[in-house]
């Protein structure tokens, strides 16, 4: 396969992604739109993966031959897997915590915990956006075996930064109210 083929086939990808993700936006908002289609372009990478890693089997033990791009293809769904789940683990709160001290915590203390290190990535993360733009564009390396320019294959990053800022401000929207709910909960109790 060819550079052109495979970024038109990514192309391809990506508007579906995006066609399913316009009645969504248009029925529930942004953030059910950013769902759609971050779940979508991982379902489809982890479904690549799944397609390559079965495909370089059948290959190896059937016909006694090695698909050379397979480990190159796996490589790449794995990074795209992670660049557009991500955000969803941050607003799913499915992400590694050490909450030893957090969970012992009041609920004005949870909250500043959540609003510091929520505010913290935003502000961290929108100072990288120029920086890393600037450093995919520079690239001029091409991967090894299907010769995709590095910029193609890295561009997604930067659809990591900015979801994971937009999910940050809407955690940052869900502590409050979290702690709005818990308020009246303990002032009625």
């Not at 915590?105 to 949870?110: V, W």
């Not at 505010?119 to 961290?124: G, R, T």
């Not at 991967?143 to 800022?165: A, N, S």
Request: glycine residues 6%; positive net charge; hydrophobic residues 50%.
């Amino acid at each position: 396969m060819t550079t052109g083929t495979l970024v038109i086939i990514g192309v391809c990808f990506l508007l579906a992604a995006i066609l399913f993700t316009i009645p969504t936006m248009k029925q529930r908002g942004l953030k059910s739109a950013i769902d759609v289609f971050s779940e979508g372009v991982t379902a489809i990478s982890f479904l690549v993966i799944f397609v390559v890693f079965m495909a370089q089997i059948i290959a190896r033990y059937f016909f006694k031959t090695s698909i050379g791009w397979s480990n190159e293809v796996s490589i790449l769904g794995y990074m795209y897997c992670m660049y557009f789940g991500t955000g969803r683990a941050l607003s799913a709160d499915e992400h590694v915590v050490f909450s030893l001290v957090y969970d012992k915590l009041p609920n004005k203390g949870k909250l500043f915990c959540k609003l510091l290190c929520y505010a913290a990535m935003i502000v961290l993360l929108a100072l990288t956006i120029s920086p890393s733009f600037k450093a995919i564009m520079k690239m001029t390396n091409v991967t090894g075996v299907l010769k995709m320019p590095y910029k193609v294959v890295f561009f997604p990053y930067m659809w990591l930064l900015v979801e994971t800022i937009i999910r940050s401000a809407f955690c940052i929207r869900d502590a409050i109210v979290e702690y709005k709910e818990n308020s009246r909960k303990e002032v009625k109790a």
